[in-house]
């Protein structure tokens, strides 16, 4: 089975603007969570989808968002982008979600400049 | 508030040798626990992970040892390899939930 793929694998953007982030999960997983990691804050947990549904939210402000579609893709958006949203955002897939283990993309390295 | 809390923050150990990583929770609601390994450039890899109704956990060269009254697990990597060094995270979350909260990482630095 392929794994957890995450486009586009870089972006640079300006501050002010906002970023869309796509994630593929592993074919017949159905619950897909996102993560931050930098390394100051380590990694932290955005938000996590499950059937189209946003089922968990982490800690973070109302400028990020996601939505995961039908075929159980996911997209997460940041609006008005700030200098430190520059992070590796890395998206995890599980199997139905719950107990279940989480796979990890490679993540999208996003520099906000 | 760190959820998990992860020592050391760096290790370095000879090859042949054990490698060991601590982690310590404070919600007792936690039931799941991983550990990841990450490369430079990469995303974390799940290399094992434990459930609090058995107190240790092996998968070949690396096993998890839990201790449920103290809050505490750690990882032993045995026979360490130069082909182990990365950085290993440690992670706690509870049923139901999906959201996973993770140490603060251990570099390990396996020399030859």
């Known amino acids: 089975k392929a794994g957890v793929t995450q486009t586009p694998r870089y972006l640079i953007k300006t501050r002010g603007q906002q970023v869309t982030l796509s994630c593929s999960p592993i074919?017949?997983?159905?619950?897909v969570s996102w993560y931050q990691q930098t390394p100051g804050q380590g990694l932290q947990f955005l938000f996590e989808?499950?059937?189209?549904?946003?089922?968990n939210k982490g800690n973070f402000p109302g400028r990020f968002s996601g939505r995961q579609f039908s075929n159980s893709r996911s997209e997460m958006n940041v609006s008005t982008l700030e200098l430190g949203d520059s992070a590796l955002y890395l998206c995890?897939?599980?199997?139905?979600?719950?107990?279940?283990?989480?796979?990890f993309g490679p993540g999208t390295r996003l520099t906000v400049t | 508030q760190q959820q998990v809390k992860q020592s050391p923050q760096s290790l370095i150990v000879q090859k042949g040798g054990i490698s060991i990583i601590n982690c310590a929770y404070e919600?007792?609601?936690?039931?799941?626990f991983p550990w990841y390994q990450q490369f430079p450039g990469k995303g974390p890899a799940l290399l094992i992970a434990?459930?609090?109704?058995?107190s240790e956990k092996k998968e070949g060269r690396f096993t998890i040892s839990f201790n449920k009254s103290a809050k505490q697990f750690s990882l032993h990597i045995m026979d360490s390899q130069p082909g182990d060094s990365a950085t290993y995270f440690c992670?706690?979350?509870?049923?139901?939930?999906?959201?996973?909260?993770f140490g603060t990482g251990t570099r390990l630095t396996v020399i030859p």
């Open positions: 989808y499950f059937s189209e549904t946003q089922r």
């Open positions: 919600n007792t609601a936690f039931d799941y």
């Open positions: 992670a706690a979350s509870k049923s139901g939930a999906n959201n996973l909260f």
């Open positions: 434990i459930r609090p109704d058995v």
């Open positions: 995890a897939s599980s199997p139905t979600g719950g107990l279940n283990e989480q796979y």
């Open positions: 074919s017949g997983h159905r619950s």
